[in-house]
């Protein structure tokens, strides 16, 4: 339920009967920054403004953020005839820090946050992300993402916190908590996503088909989402996927009489990029579908005068119901409201913009916790970890040096990207160990190694950068047709990652390290970087000791002082659990959940929860 005073309301009710149906309709419409100038903001009566991943204003700076939600902001609070001023809403995909902003703390993804299961850790997560989008004049950060990935092959695996819907309820909370605040000058809005069943597709198809009967729906993926709004959760993202073939994006049950209805919810539900495209073929039904859904705001890329005219039209027809149109204003206006966006200065004025916040010590500090805490030691033959500073260490595999693969998906660039051009600040593994080892050397394919110089080799190796269904693993076509034709409206689908999900089919020059330096006579320490469990049979049998690190983010040193036991006083060393079981290779299918036989290790290993 959302805390207003009965003067607030008043304010909603009474800007509701004074805003014309073109103001109405503007303020229903979120575009990308890219597609719309601060004048046609003022001119169209625009609600809201995003950045999709990787869209920066100018050198990508705070100040360049800050002075965009200056003009954005200006522009929405111009009065003029028709014209009332409502202060924009501006939204980012803060899903693992600010990580779309240069410098920003790149905290670890869900995946890593499961693996530690500390409600605290990400409610302080949450605070220092908020501060860090507040110096940039944001006020709204799409996550976090509730996601039960229940099919490793997801290329979205990594924004779920794990495979079991009580571990992912768990932490729900504490997410809202630590970016909401109390609403102050430090707190941003939340977004739950993605409204509902997104990580239980059929074979993990990004947008796909999710089919589960309604008791097993509520049970896996609703599972997060009543203690995230319990905790005041102020916006809701429907999701790309449809549920037994019908799209989430114009399920009038799921959003209106389950969401807002039965679970209370009292704010205002986004829709997905371009969301309601997918509907139908007819771009106006597919408006109306969703509009009278239950979809309050809408993310349009680019063509959003269509929008506006198809929306004003239907209204006029009658094909939406103008109390439709004003509840989903209301809705707008009450997370404005609630935000305290009508009484807060330009954006340039609130007390974090352009403070020194972002990338901070104290927040790259708290990283390199959370990155130290979720590793998750699989093996350690012969007690190999912890490393003695004394040890001569030969650092190898391709993401030895490599931030991009540390980050993932969702930094900077939307895909993200390999190599440490695009992210500023922050350690890479090699800088980790270098700070503490006596003696490193540094060579990806471990040609060097050589028992006589080195007493071990720790060997980084793993996925690359992926997001949404760029990450997808499917072995071919007949699988799309096969599940895409359940589904009523059109699918959108991109080239997947790759075909199997087992790391020699994804990455064969990872075994091929492995084996060199292992047949050289030196042990090998594995640090796995990956957005998802993938079977490694083999190169398990190539390592003396093996540790997952999932995408770890800018701070990459939290895995160096791991390995050589250097965690401050009190800190458990290795504390991380899986929190997904770990496949074998031909063992259980892809999917996973309830199921925690035929596979490598269980959910929960080291030790079951
Ligand atoms: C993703 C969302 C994201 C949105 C805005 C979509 O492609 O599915 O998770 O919040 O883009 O960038």
Known sequence: MLSLRPEDHALIEGLIERMSLAQKVGQILQTERLAITPEEVRDHHVGSVLSGGGSCPGDNRPSDWVSMNDAYWAASMTEGPGRLPIPILYGVDAVHGHSNVRGATVFPHNINLGAINDPDLVRRIGRATAREVLSTGVDWTFAPTLAVARDRRWGRTYESCSEDPALVARLAPAFVEGLQGDLDDEGIAACLKHFVGDGGTSEGIEQGDTRVDEAELRRIHLAPYPPALAAGALTVMASFNSWNGDKCHGHRYLLTDLLKGELGFEGLVISDWDGIDYLDDDYSQCVARGLNAGIDLFMVSENWRTFLKTVERQVREGIVHESRLDDAVRRILRVKVALGLFTKPRPARRPLAKQPVLGCPEHRALAREAVRRSLVLLKNDDALLPLARTARVLLAGKSANDLGNQCGGFTVEWQGASGNHLIEGGSTVFDGIRALASACDLDPEGRSADPTKHDVAVVVIGERPY?????????????????????????????????????????????????????????????????????????????????????????GAGIGEALFGAQPEGEALFPGRLPFAWPKDGGAPQWQGDEQENVRFPRGFPWPR
């Open 467 to 555: 997001a949404e269904g760029l990450g997808d693993i499917r072995s071919g076509e007949d699988v799309l047709i096969r599940e895409g034709s359940q589904i009523r409206g059109t699918l959108k689908t991109l080239e997947p990652y790759g075909q199997e999900a087992a790391l020699e089919a994804l990455h064969p020059e990872d075994l091929e390290t492995l084996t060199r330096i292992k047949a050289n006579g030196v042990p090998v320490i594995t640090v796995m970087l990956c957005g998802r469990p993938l079977a490694t049979d083999p190169e398990l049998a190539q390592s003396n000791a093996f540790l997952v690190a999932w995408l770890p983010g800018s701070e």
